[in-house]
């Protein structure tokens, strides 16, 4: 079986693993991947910059696959489903998952971060992770994971229809915050450094609100709301500059919370950050049920993903062409590596 392995930042090596049939766990399926996402977590890991990562590593955590066989207590799934993959598990069921807290568990494993993922043609993974949906495309199954990044980061923050929300980050992350913030009905504003992203943003997501994030970013947002400000704020940059400022942004009473992360300290004016009585969240990862709720959105064509798709890879070229994505800068909304 072929697989490609990050031994360091910046090596690949194809490399090759056992045929994992003989060994397939009882709660397990085979799975032949077809569609790899390329997440900011594979392009950092690949610099040398993602948190939390140890090295070798085979990447890939956004997965469309096919199942091709299953163990005999395997109930949910069948031989030739197509799915998508819930890349978390608990394999120590810790305080925060007895809590029905299963995204951030202290023993939580994520495929191609802390365990061995997919880019490789076969994997093994226990069945009640999988998700499947026999209308959705094998690139539509792929992404539905980074939209439930999003989708979990909106349900953290309890927006409702009165609330004025601002997404800073149009990539992919935020462009699934977006959308399922426009689902609550609340005035929902997108905010990003580069005008071409804002632009693609505006046709994805048919967002009217959105603002270039230069100057005085608290003056034109005061401008555009008449003098009030977000009460709700979701940062989708992982960049400190950026989410130290949404300390600045937020109304009185407002939320903030933080999507991406960086390998660092976050620091604020503690005196205003009290005056204004905020909630500061973190959002990490999403949970079981988001996966199926979200297929059943893309199915109605509420959501459709395959429209972040700008580039591609095949497999084999992984090793020679996966640098190349850096190129593309702000152009690059979501690659996809086809099996």
Same mark, same amino acid.
């Given at each position: 079986?072929?697989?490609?392995?990050?031994?360091?930042?910046?090596?690949? *090596?194809?490399?090759?693993?056992?045929?994992?049939?003989?060994?397939?766990?009882?709660?397990?399926? +085979?799975?032949?991947?077809?569609?790899?996402?390329?997440?900011?977590?594979?392009?950092? =890991?690949?610099?040398?910059?993602?948190?939390?990562?140890?090295?070798?590593?085979?990447?890939?955590? *956004?997965?469309?696959?096919?199942?091709?066989?299953?163990?005999?207590?395997?109930?949910?799934?069948?031989?030739?489903?197509?799915?998508?993959?819930?890349?978390? #598990?608990?394999?120590?069921?810790?305080?925060?998952?007895?809590?029905?807290?299963?995204?951030?568990?202290?023993? @939580?494993?994520?495929?191609?971060?802390?365990?061995? $993922?997919?880019?490789?043609? #076969?994997?093994? #993974?226990?069945?009640?992770?999988?998700?499947?949906?026999?209308?959705?495309?094998?690139?539509?199954?792929?992404?539905?994971?980074?939209?439930?990044?999003?989708?979990?980061?909106?349900?953290?923050?309890?927006?409702?229809?009165?609330?004025?929300?601002?997404?800073?980050? =149009?990539?992919?992350?935020? +462009?699934?915050?977006?959308?399922?913030?426009?689902?609550?009905? =609340?005035?929902?504003?997108?905010?990003?450094?580069?005008?071409?992203?804002?632009?693609?943003?505006?046709?994805?997501?048919?967002?009217?609100?959105? !603002?270039?994030?230069? $100057?005085?970013? *608290?003056?034109?947002?005061?401008?555009?709301?008449?003098?009030?400000?977000?009460?709700?704020?979701?940062?989708?940059?992982?960049?400190?500059?950026?989410?130290?400022?949404?300390?600045? #942004?937020?109304?009185?009473?407002?939320?903030?919370?933080?999507?991406? @992360?960086?390998?660092?300290?976050?620091?604020?004016?503690?005196?205003?950050?009290?005056?204004?009585?905020?909630?500061?969240?973190?959002?990490?990862?999403? !949970?079981?049920?988001?996966?199926?709720?979200?297929?059943?959105?893309?199915?109605?064509?509420?959501?459709?993903?395959?429209?972040?798709?700008?580039?591609?890879?095949?497999?084999?070229?992984?090793?020679?062409?996966? *640098?190349?994505?850096?190129?593309?800068?702000?152009?690059?909304?979501?690659?996809?590596?086809?099996?």
């Amino acid at each position: 079986m072929k697989a490609i392995r990050l031994n360091n930042p910046g090596n690949w *090596e194809a490399i090759e693993l056992p045929d994992p049939r003989p060994e397939l766990p009882v709660d397990h399926a +085979l799975l032949k991947v077809t569609k790899i996402g390329v997440c900011g977590t594979d392009l950092h =890991a690949f610099k040398g910059t993602q948190p939390f990562f140890n090295y070798p590593k085979i990447l890939g955590h *956004e997965l469309a696959v096919e199942v091709v066989a299953i163990g005999r207590e395997v109930a949910n799934v069948k031989p030739g489903d197509r799915c998508s993959v819930e890349p978390y #598990y608990n394999d120590v069921i810790g305080q925060a998952v007895r809590r029905g807290k299963t995204n951030c568990g202290e023993h @939580l494993k994520v495929l191609g971060v802390h365990v061995d $993922g997919g880019m490789r043609e #076969y994997l093994t #993974y226990p069945a009640k992770f999988l998700h499947p949906s026999s209308r959705l495309t094998a690139d539509q199954l792929a992404l539905i994971e980074p939209l439930s990044i999003g989708s979990h980061a909106v349900d953290r923050a309890r927006i409702n229809k009165k609330d004025i929300v601002l997404v800073i980050g =149009a990539g992919p992350i935020g +462009l699934g915050a977006i959308q399922f913030a426009m689902l609550t009905d =609340a005035k929902v504003i997108a905010m990003d450094i580069d005008e071409n992203k804002l632009a693609k943003c505006r046709q994805i997501t048919g967002i009217r609100d959105t !603002l270039l994030a230069d $100057g005085d970013v *608290e003056k034109k947002l005061k401008t555009m709301l008449n003098g009030d400000l977000p009460t709700v704020i979701l940062d989708a940059t992982g960049n400190p500059k950026s989410m130290m400022n949404t300390f600045n #942004y937020a109304a009185a009473g407002g939320t903030i919370v933080f999507i991406g @992360l960086f390998k660092g300290d976050v620091v604020f004016h503690d005196p205003s950050f009290h005056k204004k009585e905020l909630t500061l969240m973190a959002s990490r990862a999403a !949970l079981s049920e988001d996966f199926s709720r979200i297929i059943q959105l893309v199915e109605e064509g509420k959501i459709d993903p395959a429209s972040y798709i700008t580039h591609r890879l095949d497999f084999k070229e992984i090793p020679d062409k996966f *640098e190349t994505l850096y190129d593309h800068g702000p152009d690059l909304i979501k690659a996809i590596i086809d099996l």
